[in-house]
């Protein structure tokens, strides 16, 4: 782990039993200029939930065995894409389900759950339907929320944006915030189908980033045009290996000219 602010790294070992689990990271500010940083992954098999994480205090890997909240009896097949952190906890996302947080610092973490809006959730969780699902939905963070952006195509070649809120995080309430059809974005884009969602702007609720190839596009859902375009470099296939990172002003300056990949 580096950490751009600070200025300093942290090896993290493997863990002891590889699982393949998302890991998410959460930082935690101490006394003195210190700072915890917590990685952890969870893995749920079945009525298994397991808890795996490792912080700098004491550098090394504990495990958890969590209980499960009532609603899991409907996420047995649970497969995580990625974690955020968010609000001092780490929210795992499975693409087709919803979202699990807890609070990996706690002696005792309880999981809650988030389901996606209902009309995103598919209660056929075979892997075949999470092929290149990273590609058309992404939950992020922006203006300190969990947001959920959808892209989809329909047989009629007509493609539909929709972006929602996590409004209630406790009671798991997602707003609906747009609500884009052909043809109302078709003088942006004739063809939506060979984009990718990358990411969400970190501050600005209403523009998604799409890539296609060494292209980078945001689109201004509320506006409705095109806010930004760039070139980037080529990298992975899937957008789920695209991470949004808002510099501050003192980073921008320190890391000028150089070259991440």
């Given at each position: 782990?580096?950490?751009a602010v600070y200025k300093i790294s942290f090896?993290?070992?493997?863990?002891?039993t590889e699982t393949g689990a998302a890991t998410g990271r959460i930082v935690v500010p101490g006394g003195s200029d210190h700072i915890y940083i917590m990685v952890a992954e969870l893995s749920i098999r079945g009525s298994d939930v397991i808890l795996r994480c490792f912080s700098t205090d004491p550098a090394k890997w504990i495990q958890?065995?969590?209980?499960?909240?009532?609603?899991?009896?409907?996420?047995?097949?649970?497969?995580?894409?990625?974690?955020?952190?968010?609000?001092?906890?780490?929210?795992?996302?499975?693409?087709?389900?919803?979202?699990?947080?807890?609070?990996?610092?706690?002696?005792?973490?309880?999981?809650?759950?988030?389901?996606?809006?209902?009309?995103?959730?598919?209660?056929?969780?075979q892997q075949s339907c999470r092929m290149g699902l990273s590609d058309n939905r992404r939950v992020g963070l922006s203006r300190g929320k969990?947001?959920?952006v959808v892209?989809?195509?329909?047989?009629?070649?007509?493609?539909?944006?929709?972006?929602?809120?996590?409004?209630?995080?406790?009671?798991?309430?997602?707003?609906?915030?747009?609500?884009?059809?052909?043809?109302?974005?078709?003088?942006?884009?004739t063809d939506f189908c060979d984009w990718k969602i990358a990411f969400l702007h970190t501050s600005k609720q209403h523009v998604v980033y799409f890539s296609q190839k060494q292209q980078l596009v945001a689109v201004?859902?509320?506006?409705?045009?095109?806010?930004?375009?760039?070139?980037?470099?080529?990298c992975s296939s899937s957008s789920r290996h695209v991470l949004a990172w808002e510099l501050s002003p003192s980073l921008r300056t320190t890391l000028s000219g150089l070259h991440f990949v």
């Open positions: 782990l580096w950490d090896p993290v070992p493997a863990t002891p958890k065995i969590l209980q499960q909240p009532p609603q899991y009896k409907l996420l047995w097949c649970w497969c995580s894409d990625y974690a955020l952190s968010h609000q001092g906890r780490l929210w795992w996302v499975d693409l087709l389900q919803g979202l699990v947080a807890c609070d990996p610092f706690s002696d005792n973490p309880e999981l809650h759950f988030v389901p996606l809006p209902s009309c995103c959730r598919n209660p056929n969780v969990l947001r959920l892209l989809s195509h329909a047989s009629n070649s007509k493609s539909r944006i929709r972006l929602w809120t996590l409004a209630d995080s406790e009671a798991g309430h997602w707003t609906l915030d747009f609500d884009l059809s052909s043809p109302v974005f078709d003088d942006i884009w201004d859902l509320q506006m409705i045009k095109v806010s930004e375009e760039d070139g980037v470099e080529p």
